[in-house]
T-cell receptor, first 113, second 111 residues
Framework: DTAVSQTPKYLVTQMGNDKSIKCEQN?????MYWYKQDSKKFLKIMFS???????INETVPNRFSPKSPDKAHLNLHINSLELGDSAVYFC????????????FGQGTRLTVV | KQEVTQIPAALSVPEGENLVLNCSFT??????LQWFRQDPGKGLTSLLL?????REQTSGRLNASLDKSSGRSTLYIAASQPGDSATYLC??????????FGAGTTVTVRA
């Protein structure tokens, strides 16, 4: 019974395409995140939603648009994909209190060719 | 801006040796610090969370310390096993609830 699940696990697509990654958590958490892990394995936050409201929006190209239909789901849509978007994207969730663990999904490896 | 540094970047030890992984952060205004494990091609697994008011946290063979004022944490893994081979990531949670990560320490435990 996966706590944070992402789909798809792998995504290979051509430059210029539009793609979406879906994320769902069954932990009852009120906050969800998208992180990007680059080729050097460095994890950097992209977005965070709390109860469907955007609370963190780091410097990310506006080709990336998160959508949270409810607090258990946070999807990531990417328009006009570029080679530099190739990375592993992780969804995470936590409760918006100071001392709760964050739980991560298994990641989506996006390869743009 | 919070910066998190992990030293060393890689570590190789024989089985049975104790592991010491270091993490430092520049802004001491944190809520907590988490240590994660990442296996190749996998997601992150939370190992330990230390609240900002705590000095250490233990789970089995793992012990993590936190010195918030000096911006440092250390993860100790006792009696290492080949199954401990992975990348260990340190992350600090700040007052906007985001986690800032270090680049990780890749550990190899040789049988």
């Amino acid at each position: 019974d996966t706590a944070v699940s992402q789909t798809p696990k792998y995504l290979v697509t051509q430059m210029g395409n539009d793609k979406s990654i879906k994320c769902e958590q069954n932990l009852g958490h009120d906050t969800m995140y998208w992180y990007k892990q680059d080729s050097k394995k460095f994890l950097k936050i992209m977005f965070s939603y709390n109860n469907k409201e955007l609370i963190i929006n780091e410097t990310v190209p506006n080709r990336f648009s998160p959508k949270s239909p409810d607090k258990a789901h946070l999807n990531l849509h990417i328009n006009s994909l570029e080679l530099g978007d190739s990375a592993v994207y992780f969804c995470a969730s936590s409760q918006r209190t100071a001392n709760t663990e964050a739980f991560f999904g298994q990641g989506t490896r996006l390869t743009v060719v | 801006k919070q910066e998190v540094t992990q030293i060393p970047a890689a570590l190789s030890v024989p089985e049975g040796e104790n592991l010491v992984l270091n993490c430092s952060f520049t802004d001491s205004a944190i809520y907590n610090l988490q240590w994660f494990r990442q296996d190749p091609g996998k997601g992150l697994t939370s190992l330990l969370l230390i609240q900002s008011s705590q000095r250490e946290q233990t789970s089995g063979r793992l012990n993590a310390s936190l010195d918030k004022s000096s911006g440092r944490s250390t993860l100790y893994i006792a009696a290492s096993q080949p199954g401990d081979s992975a990348t260990y990531l340190c992350a600090v949670q700040q007052q906007n609830y985001k986690l800032s990560f270090g680049a990780g320490t890749t550990v190899t435990v040789r049988a």
